[in-house]
């Protein structure tokens, strides 16, 4: 091996290897279990999750936090969450009705999705949610149908560069047409009350909070010469966690923004609003896996675990890398990881350095607490990851 990949390589199994001994050192409640419960299994620390929330409102005092329920909707998260006071992000039926069971008041509850499902609309209207996201005509005809008075808030398309996961193409839509559904939304008998955007998911570029709220100050001015007074801003997900890289933190963004803010919206909106989802519980869970094989196929060396893309490590296919652990002495070798899967798309990760695993042994890997389970099928006959709350 090429002596710079392996002092790379020993770069990558250090920062893995802190990034362990730190998470576990600090939950006892893990060290006990990481080598007893079966595998693959997610563990979430809850008191983690709460502590994130409180971290964003302590950072971001004004804004209302409505947790993106997509990133990790198991009850027990939802449930801390709730207990610590953050309002919820949903778009579907089945969240919406998980977070009412909780005790969760319809008003601590939104739908930030521009494009939804007529008998969520319908269920979430007659149980007291009514805010809604809109992003195109049909949205607004739909919704004035199914419920005639509801709150509406525009999606903004805002760049994406830099982050991970980028979502820009899908919704949104630019200042003009904004500004043409909100009146629209206004004509039908709707209350447009704001507008939205996603700076896109693990985002690292501070710059796309930039363009974002001064693309949403145009937008708010236009509208107040249109007599449309809007009083929510939404500035919606976005906050990354680390992986094999480190990430912005909230306490820069947090800064960052609230200069932002105080230039393009003098008069702050009536409310301010963010809806995390990955920065909330991606750094609060570690997957715990079992190596199930390995080979040599050329010049590669692989090994093999017992989840994958298709069970629970889906953003692997998007260049999500989860920091990954052995817990062994060893010389480093680099490793391709393969999904448990026969499907030849299941690779889990490349150029990962790990000592000489045996079948049996235990990987962790780490930040793996969001998108990961919500995102898991049956395929092939494997469950995604058991999800263990702590
Ligand atoms: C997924 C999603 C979020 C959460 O995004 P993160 O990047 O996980 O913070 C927030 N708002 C909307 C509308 C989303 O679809």
């Known amino acids: ?154 999606r903004l398309t805002v760049p994406n560069e830099g982050s991970e996961w980028p979502l820009s193409r899908k919704f949104g839509v630019d200042v003009d047409t904004a500004l043409d559904i909100l009146e629209h939304a206004k004509n039908r008998g709707l209350v447009p009350i704001g507008l939205t955007f996603h700076v896109g998911s693990q985002c690292n570029n501070l710059r796309n909070w930039f363009i974002a709220i001064k693309r949403s100050a145009q937008l708010w001015e236009s509208a107040r010469r249109r007599g449309i007074k809007l009083l929510v801003l939404n500035m919606g997900g976005g906050i990354p966690v680390r992986y094999l890289q480190e990430s912005l933190r909230i306490e820069d963004i947090a800064y960052y923004v609230k200069g932002l803010l105080r230039k393009y919206f003098p008069t702050p909106p009536y409310e301010l609003q963010m809806e995390p989802g990955r920065g909330i519980v991606g750094d609060q869970g570690l997957m715990v896996v079992s190596v199930l094989g390995k080979a040599k196929r050329g010049e590669e060396n692989w090994l093999y675990i017992d989840t994958g893309v298709f069970n629970g490590l889906a953003e692997a296919l998007g260049g999500i890398r989860y920091p990954t652990y052995l817990r062994k002495e060893g010389e480093l070798k680099e490793w391709v990881i393969g999904g448990i899967s026969c499907d030849s798309m299941d690779v889990v990760a490349k150029n990962v350095f790990l000592p000489e695993p045996e079948a049996g042994e235990r990987l962790f890997l780490l930040s793996a607490g969001a998108y990961t389970t919500v995102y898991g099928a049956n395929f092939n006959g494997f469950p995604p990851p058991k999800v263990v709350c702590l």
Do not use: C, W
């Not at 199994?13 to 990481?34: T, V």
């Not at 502590?51 to 990790?72: M, R, T």
């Open 1 to 154: 091996m090429k002596e710079t990949s392996l002092s790379a390589g020993k770069l990558q199994f250090r920062y893995a290897k802190r990034y362990f001994e730190e998470f576990i050192s600090r939950r006892q409640k893990f060290s006990e279990l990481i080598d007893k419960v079966e595998t693959p299994s997610l563990l979430m620390d809850l008191e983690g999750v709460k502590s994130k929330y409180v971290q964003i409102k302590y950072h971001l005092p004004e804004v209302n936090v409505y947790y993106a329920v997509k990133a990790n909707d198991h009850t027990e998260v939802l449930r801390a969450l709730a207990e610590v006071g953050s309002g919820f992000e949903v778009a579907s039926s089945e969240e919406l009705s998980r977070v009412l069971s909780l005790g969760v008041q319809p008003e601590r509850v939104i739908s930030s999705n521009p494009v939804k499902p007529l008998d969520f609309i319908d269920y979430a209207y007659r149980v007291g949610v009514n805010r809604f996201a809109v992003d195109s005509f049909p949205e607004v005809d739909k919704i004035a149908k199914i419920a005639p008075r509801a709150r509406v808030y525009v």
